[in-house]
C-alpha cells in the first residue's frame, strides 16, 4: 500500500493509497505555508505543522526527487517557508526548495509550478490541511495537469481554528479570480 509509511501520521487521510507512481522519473512534495498570529508575532499554525510532519513518510515512501516548501512572511521575518524548512524532519537525501514569496494558495500553486518544472518534476503531492483542501485542489490540479504534472492532494486532520475557519469562507469568493490571474 502506497500509504503503508504515512499511516503512522496522526489524521493522515489515505488520499494516495493505492497510488502506483512506478514509472514516474521524479515526484515532489508541496506543502502550501499557513500562518497564525501569537503575541510575539507570526508562526506557522497548527495545521501546518501537521502538513510538515505528514510530508516526511510521503517523500521517504514515494522517493520523492525534492519537497517544495511554499509561503511568504505576514509581517516580515522568517517566511512560512523558511518555517517550514526548520520544522523539516524528513530524509537527508531529499533537496528541500524554499518558495518564498507566494502570498495565497493561487500564487503557491503559480510560483512552485517552475520550480517543479526547472527539476524536471513530472508529479506532484500537495499536502495541506482537509479545510484547506478544496482550494488547494482548485488551484493545484487544473495548472498543473495543464503543464503535465500528475498531481494529488493529500489532506491532513489538524486542530481547526476559528480563524482558520473564516480565512477559508472569505478567501471562497475571490477564487475564480485569483485562478483567472494565475493561468
Not at 89 to 110: I, K, M
Request: some cysteine.
Amino acid at each position: 500500500m502506497a500509504l503503508a509509511a504515512a499511516s503512522h501520521v496522526r489524521g493522515l487521510t489515505p488520499a494516495v493509497a493505492g497510488w502506483d507512481n512506478r514509472g514516474v522519473e521524479r515526484l515532489a512534495i508541496v506543502v502550501p505555508g499557513a500562518s497564525a498570529r501569537t503575541p510575539h508575532g507570526w508562526t506557522l499554525s497548527a495545521g501546518c505543522l501537521a502538513c510538515v510532519a505528514a510530508a516526511a513518510p510521503l517523500a521517504e515512501e514515494h522517493g520523492a526527487a525534492a519537497v517544495v516548501f511554499t509561503g511568504y512572511a505576514p509581517r516580515g521575518g522568517a517566511t512560512e517557508a523558511e518555517l517550514m524548512r526548520e520544522a523539516w524532519r524528513g530524509q537527508g537525501g531529499v533537496e528541500v526548495v524554499l518558495e518564498p514569496l507566494a502570498r495565497n494558495t493561487a500564487e503557491n500553486a503559480a510560483r512552485t509550478l517552475p520550480l517543479l518544472q526547472k527539476r524536471g518534476i513530472d508529479s506532484a503531492i500537495v499536502v495541506c490541511s482537509w479545510i484547506h483542501q478544496a482550494r488547494v485542489r482548485f488551484f493545484f490540479t487544473r495548472l498543473y495537469r495543464d503543464a503535465g504534472i500528475r498531481t494529488r492532494i493529500v489532506a491532513v486532520k489538524a486542530p481547526l481554528s476559528p480563524r482558520a475557519v473564516l480565512w477559508e469562507l472569505a478567501a471562497a469568493p475571490v477564487a475564480w479570480s485569483q485562478r483567472r490571474r494565475i493561468r
